[in-house]
């Protein structure tokens, strides 16, 4: 039900009096810390995947890491692999990681919003607040890891990343990708690597 091996559910049920679904949840917040846990570990295996659109007029390009050539072999990290390389086609994120969003997006996005503000009428105190309300969402929209999951709204690309390396037992990594449309160029100004 969880993906969880079964000594991990023994005790989880056991941690929550045979409960069901405090069971779930606490397998879950484990799952999540293990996957922190993990996050420190060399990433020096992986795969660079492809997927063009069909119409060939959109594709992406996209390395993700892991520490083991058998764990880049499974299906679930395959399936994973997969997942992202159509969301990115989907969503079209800037970048990865929300500190390689370039600057001057940022500063360009910040006037774009503190103008919007000021046009609202609010005390200059609030007109941060406002902004800085804006640019998290704008980031949210743009930052690979921050998207919400075309197959899965209610998840991250983050969560998702988590519960995959959960699962795995190993750390993973989401390190660049590009994403080509016929005619468009890159609004990052570069790959985002």
Same mark, same amino acid.
């Given at each position: 039900?969880?993906?969880?091996?079964?000594?991990?559910?023994?005790?989880?049920?056991?941690?929550?009096?045979?409960?069901?679904?405090?069971?779930?949840?606490?397998?879950?917040?484990?799952?999540?810390?293990?996957?922190?846990?993990?996050?420190?570990?060399?990433?020096? #295996?992986?795969? &660079?995947?492809?997927?063009?659109?069909?119409?060939?007029?959109?594709? !992406? $390009? +996209? =390395?993700?890491?892991?520490?083991?050539?058998?764990?880049?072999?499974?299906?679930?990290?395959?399936?994973?692999?997969?997942?992202?390389?159509?969301?990115?086609?989907?969503?079209?994120?800037?970048?990865?990681?929300?500190?390689?969003?370039?600057?001057?997006?940022?500063?360009?996005?910040?006037?774009?919003?503190?103008?919007?503000?000021?046009?609202?009428?609010?005390?200059?105190?609030?007109? #941060?607040?406002? &902004?800085?309300?804006?640019?998290?969402?704008?980031?949210?929209?743009? !930052? $690979? +890891? =921050?998207?919400?999951?075309?197959?899965?709204?209610?998840?991250?690309?983050?969560?998702?990343?988590?519960?995959?390396?959960?699962?795995?037992?190993?750390?993973?990594?989401?390190?660049?990708?590009?994403?080509?449309?016929?005619?468009?160029?890159?609004?990052?100004?570069?790959?985002?690597?």
């Amino acid at each position: 039900m969880t993906g969880a091996g079964m000594m991990d559910c023994k005790r989880a049920l056991e941690e929550t009096d045979s409960d069901l679904e405090k069971a779930v949840d606490y397998l879950r917040t484990a799952g999540i810390a293990k996957a922190e846990q993990k996050a420190s570990r060399d990433t020096t #295996e992986g795969v &660079v995947a492809s997927y063009i659109h069909p119409g060939s007029k959109l594709g !992406v $390009l +996209l =390395e993700v890491k892991c520490e083991t050539d058998f764990v880049a072999k499974t299906d679930s990290f395959k399936q994973f692999v997969k997942d992202i390389t159509m969301h990115i086609a989907a969503a079209a994120p800037m970048v990865v990681h929300r500190d390689e969003m370039p600057q001057a997006i940022m500063d360009h996005e910040k006037q774009i919003y503190l103008e919007q503000a000021r046009q609202t009428g609010k005390p200059e105190n609030i007109l #941060e607040k406002i &902004v800085d309300g804006r640019l998290n969402k704008f980031l949210a929209e743009n !930052v $690979l +890891l =921050e998207q919400a999951f075309v197959k899965d709204p209610e998840k991250t690309i983050g969560g998702y990343l988590n519960e995959t390396v959960a699962g795995l037992g190993e750390n993973i990594a989401i390190a660049r990708f590009t994403r080509f449309q016929l005619g468009e160029t890159d609004p990052a100004g570069s790959d985002a690597d």
